[in-house]
C-alpha cells in the first residue's frame, strides 16, 4: 500500500500503481468526469499514469492552471492531426500551450494556408474530439525515435531529438497521429467540444532568421460551446477597450516616428491623467514619511558596473553615450535604485536615522525589440513610481507590510479588486542568474513570505521569477475582462547595499549594512495608465478624469453665461471645458459622450434666467436641472470619494 495525500491535508491508502484517475473516481465520480491530469510531488502528469510510491496528489481540473495548459497542449496534438489528414505530408515543429490557448508551428511545403480553410479544420478537429480517442504515452529508443522521423521525412523532430538524451524520449498517439511529446495530456480527445483558429503568423524554425520560416496557427479550444461563445465576446469587449485605440480617441497619448520608436508622447489630456495619478501618489507618500528625490536622466558606466545592471542588462541596454574625454562612458538610466544608493552615501547615517525612504518619479530607459513593443504596456522610455527604504534587518518585515498597506490603498482608489500576490523567489537550479549570497537571499525571501502571510493575501509562490538581486512580492491584478496583468512590485534586497558599502551606526556604534527594500505601487506610469485605460473602457474614476465637466450652450447667445459657469468651478478646482461650437445640441452631446467628459451641462434661455444647468451624467443621461452651487456640493463629494 502506499500513502497518497491530498491538497486538503488528508492521507489516503490505495495499492502500488493506482492512477489519479482512479484516485478521482474513489472520491466521486462527478469529480473524475471533470479531471484532465494530476500534479504529483509537484509535477503535472497523465492522470491515466501509474503512482507506484508515497506521493502528494494534486488532482487537475480545467479550473486550474495547469490543467488548463494541459487541455491546450492536448488540443495542439489534435489540431496537428486534423491537419495532417486534411493536408497529407505537413511537418510539424512545436506545439506548446500558451496563456489564451495554443499554437503550432506549422510546414506546408508550397502550400499558402488561408484563414478562409480554418472552418473546415475546426470541423475536422471536432470530428476528431468526438471519437474520444485516448492520448497514449509511450517511452521510445532514441534510435526508434529517429528511426520513426526519419521515415516520415519530419526534419523538425529530427532536429528536437537530437538534444534528448537516450532513456528521456516519450511518444504520445491519439487516433492516427503520434508526436513526440514529453507530455502530460488529457485522458482522451472527447474533452473537446469547442475550436477557434484566430490567426496565422511566420515564425523561424528555433527562432533562427537563417532558418525556415514555418507557419504559427493560433487557436483555443473549450470544453463548454458556451465558454467558447463568451470568450469571443470578451475579445470583441476588448478591442473596444484597446488603449491604444481610445488612447488616440480621448487624446491622451502619441507615438512619433521622428522621435522613435517605443517613446511615448504625452498629449495635454494624457498629461492631466499623468499629473493626478502621481499627485494622488506623492500625498500618500508623504503620509507615509517618504522623501522626494530626482535624479539625472544619464548615469556613468561605473555606477551601473557598480550595481550589477552593466552584466546583466549592459548588452540589451540603449548604447553608452561617449564623451569627447578619452575612454568616458555615460548610459541612459535603467534603474533608479542606483542613483538612491548614492543619495544615502551623502552623508553618515545612525541607527536612529533609519529608515530612510527616498521616492521618485523617474524616467528610465531600455532598449525593448522592436516586435515586443506595444502601445503604453512595453515601451523604451518610462516613469516608475519608484521608492527605495534603506532599514535596519529589525525594520524590514514592518516596512514591507506598511508598503503592502500602500499598493493597496492605490488599488482600492483605482477600483483593483480582484488581484494575487505573487511570491517570486529565484530558481534553485539556477542560482548563477542571481547575485549575493545564500544567506541573504534566504533572508530577504523568509521576509517577504512571513509579511505576505501576516497580512493575508492571496498568494502564489513562482520559482525563477525573482529579480537578479533579490526576490519579490509582484500584484498580479485582474482586470473587468478578467485579464491578469502585473502592476505593483515590492523587492527585498541585500545585495545592493553590499555592492555600494552602504553603512549606518549601530546603537554599538559599530558600522552595520542597511537592507533595501525597491517598491513601485503602480509599477510604470505608462503600462499603469495602460492598464487602466482597459479596465474602465476610458470612462475614468471623476477625480482622475482629465475633463470633470463640459458645458454645452445651446447658441451663441448663452457663451458669456457659459464662461462664468465655467469659472466658478475652476475656482473650486473643478476641471472642464466649454463646447463654443456652432452645432446643435444634440451634436454636441453625442460628441461629449464618445469622448466620455463625466458631466454634461447644458445651459440655454431657461437656465440663464435662473441662474442653474441642466445636468446630463455620461452614460445615464438626464440627471435634471440644479443650481451650480448643487452640482458643485455633488460632484465635490463624488471626487472625495
Known amino acids: ?78 489540431m496537428a492531426e486534423a491537419l495532417e489528414a486534411l493536408y497529407p505530408g505537413t511537418k510539424f515543429g512545436i506545439g506548446p500551450a500558451i496563456e489564451t490557448g495554443f499554437y503550432y508551428d506549422v510546414d506546408f511545403g508550397d502550400k499558402v494556408l488561408s484563414s478562409d480553410e480554418f472552418k473546415q479544420i475546426e470541423d475536422k478537429i471536432i470530428e476528431l474530439a468526438k471519437t474520444k480517442a485516448e492520448f497514449v504515452r509511450k517511452p521510445v529508443s532514441k534510435a526508434d525515435a529517429v528511426a520513426y522521423f526519419t521515415q516520415k521525412d519530419d526534419e523538425y523532430k529530427l532536429d528536437l531529438l537530437k538534444d534528448l538524451p537516450d532513456g528521456a524520449i516519450t511518444f504520445y498517439t491519439q487516433g492516427n497521429f503520434t508526436d513526440l511529446c514529453r507530455g502530460p495530456h488529457i485522458p482522451n480527445t472527447g474533452f473537446v467540444k469547442a475550436v477557434k483558429l484566430m490567426s496565422l503568423a511566420g515564425a523561424y524554425w528555433r527562432g533562427d532568421e537563417s532558418r525556415k520560416q514555418l507557419t504559427r496557427i493560433y487557436a483555443v479550444t473549450f470544453p463548454k460551446a458556451s465558454e467558447l461563445t463568451e470568450y469571443l465576446h470578451l475579445l470583441e469587449e476588448a478591442k473596444k477597450r484597446d488603449h491604444r485605440k481610445l488612447g488616440k480617441e480621448l487624446e491622451l497619448f502619441a507615438f512619433s516616428e521622428k522621435v522613435g520608436m517605443g517613446l511615448p508622447l504625452w498629449l495635454p489630456k494624457g498629461t492631466a ?16 514619511g517618504y522623501e522626494q528625490v530626482i535624479t539625472p536622466h544619464i548615469g556613468h558606466k561605473n555606477l551601473y558596473v557598480t550595481s550589477g545592471h552593466y ?20 548610459f541612459l538610466k535603467p534603474m533608479n535604485c542606483p542613483h538612491h544608493c548614492e543619495i544615502y552615501k551623502t552623508k553618515p547615517r545612525s541607527y536612529k536615522d533609519l529608515p530612510v525612504r527616498l521616492a521618485e518619479f523617474g524616467t528610465v530607459y531600455r532598449y525593448e525589440q522592436s516586435g515586443e513593443l506595444h502601445g503604453l504596456t512595453r515601451v523604451r522610455g518610462f516613469t516608475q513610481d519608484d521608492a527605495h527604504l534603506f532599514c535596519r534587518p529589525d525594520q524590514v518585515k514592518e516596512e514591507f507590510m506598511k508598503v503592502i498597506d500602500l499598493v493597496l490603498y492605490v488599488f482600492k482608489a483605482l477600483g483593483f479588486e480582484d488581484y494575487t500576490a505573487q511570491v517570486s523567489l529565484r530558481d534553485p537550479e539556477n542560482k548563477a542568474k542571481y547575485i549575493g549570497s545564500d544567506e541573504n537571499w534566504a533572508l530577504a525571501e523568509a521576509a517577504i513570505i512571513e509579511a505576505a502571510d501576516e497580512k493575508g493575501l492571496k498568494t502564489v509562490v513562482e520559482l525563477g521569477e525573482a529579480a537578479f538581486y533579490g526576490p519579490k512580492l509582484d500584484f498580479m491584478v485582474k482586470d473587468a475582462l478578467g ?29 552595520h549594512r542597511p537592507v533595501m527594500i525597491h517598491r513601485a505601487p503602480f509599477g510604470s506610469l505608462e503600462r499603469f495608465v495602460a492598464v487602466l485605460i482597459e ?107
Open 1 to 78: 500500500m502506499i500513502n497518497i495525500t491530498l491538497p486538503d491535508g488528508s492521507v489516503r491508502q490505495y495499492d502500488a500503481g493506482i492512477t489519479a484517475m482512479q484516485i478521482a473516481l474513489s472520491i466521486s465520480e462527478g469529480l473524475a468526469r471533470n479531471v484532465l491530469a494530476a500534479e504529483v510531488d509537484g509535477e503535472v502528469w497523465d492522470a491515466s499514469r501509474a503512482i507506484e510510491k508515497d506521493s502528494t496528489v494534486k488532482l487537475l481540473t480545467w479550473n486550474d492552471a495547469k490543467g488548463k495548459s494541459t487541455y491546450w497542449h492536448s488540443s495542439a496534438h489534435l
Open 273 to 288: 491623467l499623468r499629473e493626478k495619478l502621481v499627485n494622488f501618489l506623492q500625498k500618500a507618500q508623504a503620509k507615509a
Open 311 to 330: 552584466e546583466k542588462y549592459g548588452a540589451d541596454a540603449f548604447q553608452p553615450i561617449k564623451t569627447p574625454q578619452e575612454g568616458e562612458e555615460f
Open 483 to 511: 485579464r491578469k496583468w502585473q502592476l505593483g512590485t515590492i523587492q527585498v534586497d541585500y545585495n545592493l547595499p553590499e555592492r555600494f558599502e552602504l553603512e549606518y551606526t549601530g546603537s554599538d556604534n559599530m558600522k
Open 535 to 641: 479596465h474602465c473602457a476610458g470612462n475614468f474614476p471623476l477625480w482622475l478624469s482629465p475633463e470633470q465637466f463640459i458645458i454645452l450652450p445651446i447658441s451663441e447667445k448663452y457663451e458669456e453665461y457659459a464662461k462664468k459657469l465655467s469659472d466658478e468651478l475652476k475656482n473650486s478646482d473643478i476641471c472642464g471645458l466649454i463646447d463654443f461650437r456652432d452645432e446643435k445640441i444634440g451634436r454636441k452631446i453625442r460628441d461629449a459622450e464618445v469622448k466620455k467628459i463625466p458631466y454634461m451641462l447644458i445651459v440655454g434661455e431657461k437656465e440663464a434666467e435662473e441662474n442653474k444647468v441642466s445636468v446630463r451624467r455620461h452614460g445615464q443621461g438626464d440627471l435634471g436641472s440644479m443650481s451650480i452651487e448643487e452640482f458643485k456640493i455633488q460632484i465635490i463629494k463624488e471626487i472625495t470619494v
